[in-house]
């Protein structure tokens, strides 16, 4: 597992990544998602905190990451890489930000198929897409193209309208599918996030009841989220506006959660994107200004740690 995660992150394709910034940004991006660290949000909670100093408290906040990012998120990183489930195929419905339709037909199981789908794939050549319609009898697509979803070859699709399969016209513009209410596809393709967690989980001696300790984690974080934000706005809020404004920014914010639940979640990860840039951009610059009073202040909390405890080691 570590020897994959090493020649991974060093051979040329990912070193051609970073060079376009592919690799760099899905790492902060999810590195933001997991910790926040550097967007500002909780030293909001942590300002909150009744502490001798403030360093005291930095140096508490500091763990955080360390523990939900270097121990939980390398675990279920070691967890999805054992299991293999990562290049694996499995039954699911696509995502319509996830899914584009080529034109003509391609497999993974031809090399030079394969290697203009990964040059695609990687945005270093363009495929032609598929505009036009197509004809479903019984879920089935007659003279399917070759369909992409999560970046890999889609097996098996089935169309369905209201749970129930489907026959009739199905029209696609630029690859994706449009002007079709109630219809979804289903197939086998490669997962990602939290499906993905779920299935390597599985894989595991705990069996089928493997997921419902992903589902239970989930629960657990989700929770907490949920009500670390609303706390976040909440001060938010009340700092601009004051505190009578603050049942209009509840309401939002479970308007918001509705919707969320069963909204694309690929849509809701590139929203959640944007919004952490806009957040993280204008405080790191609030970091930077301030950069100096704060190597102050951690110096003078060594002092005063080395004057309280003269028998401790001291950082330099």
Same mark, same amino acid.
Request: charged letters at 15%; glycine letters at 8%.
């Given at each position: ?107 993974? &199981? ?202 401790? &080691?001291?950082? &330099?």
């Amino acid at each position: 597992m570590f020897a994959l995660i090493f020649s991974s992150a060093f051979n040329l394709n990912a070193a051609f990544g970073a060079v376009f910034g592919n690799a760099i940004m899905w790492g902060v991006k999810r590195g933001l998602y997991s910790n926040e660290a550097g967007q500002g949000s909780a030293p909001i909670a942590h300002a909150a905190a009744r502490a001798h100093e403030p360093v005291s408290e930095g140096l508490v906040a500091l763990l955080e990451p360390f523990i939900d990012t270097i121990i939980i998120c390398s675990l279920t990183g070691l967890v999805i890489l054992s299991s293999g489930v990562w290049k694996e195929k499995y039954e699911n419905k696509f995502q319509a930000a996830d899914l584009f339709v080529l034109k003509g037909t391609y497999s993974d &199981k031809n090399e030079q198929d394969i290697d203009k789908l990964y040059h695609f794939l990687a945005k270093k050549a363009d495929l032609p897409l598929f505009t036009g319609e197509l004809n479903v009898v019984n879920g089935v697509i007659e003279n399917q193209p070759t369909m992409i979803h999560s970046r890999s070859v889609a097996e098996d699709v089935k169309v369905w309208l209201n749970n129930q399969p489907y026959s009739g016209k199905i029209n696609f513009n630029n690859g994706k599918l449009v002007g079709q209410t109630g219809i979804s596809l289903t197939g086998k393709s490669l997962l990602h996030s939290a499906p993905l967690t779920t299935v390597a989980f599985t894989k595991s001696w705990f069996g089928d009841y493997g997921k419902y300790v992903v589902a239970f984690g989930l629960l657990l974080f989700a929770f907490s989220t949920a009500i670390s934000w609303s706390y976040y706005g909440d001060r938010a809020v009340t700092y601009l506006w004051g505190s009578g404004k603050v049942i209009y920014y509840h309401i939002i914010y479970v308007i918001g959660f509705f919707l969320a639940s069963f909204t694309d979640t690929t849509i809701i990860w590139t929203l959640s994107g944007i919004t952490i840039a806009l957040m993280t951009i204008p405080n790191l610059f609030g970091i930077l200004s301030l950069s100096k009073e704060m190597k102050s202040e951690v110096k003078l909390f060594w002092q005063e740690w080395a004057r309280r405890y003269p028998d401790e &080691k001291t950082p &330099k």
